[in-house]
């Protein structure tokens, strides 16, 4: 059986890598958009789409690793403001560049 800590633990880690791997297909759209349009300025979401779902993905394991810990700390609200600023960044450069 799982303790309530592990329990935790793995549910934010599977709700970050759900959140990686969506990311992850959108960037696999975005190249294939870029492709269509013979890449040009559009290459520009597709990495800040790619640099923004390691970066998901980082904070992810980042964060499940802190909950296993045996005394888990206040979670840091850094990563989640860096990670807010990826996706906006990124949507912001799909507006502009698509």
Known sequence: MTSRNGAQAQRTG???RRTALAAAACTVLLLHSAAQRHWGGAVVP????AG???L???IGM??????????????SRLLPAI??????ATATSVV???
């Open 96 to 98: 502009v560049f698509h």
């Open 83 to 88: 990670a807010s600023l990826a996706v906006t």
């Open 62 to 75: 980042h964060r499940e690793r802190a909950l296993r810990a045996a005394e888990p700390g206040p979670p």
């Open 14 to 16: 599977l709700a970050w």
């Open 56 to 58: 998901l993905a980082a």
């Open 52 to 54: 923004t779902s390691a």
């Open 46 to 49: 597709v990495l800040l789409a």
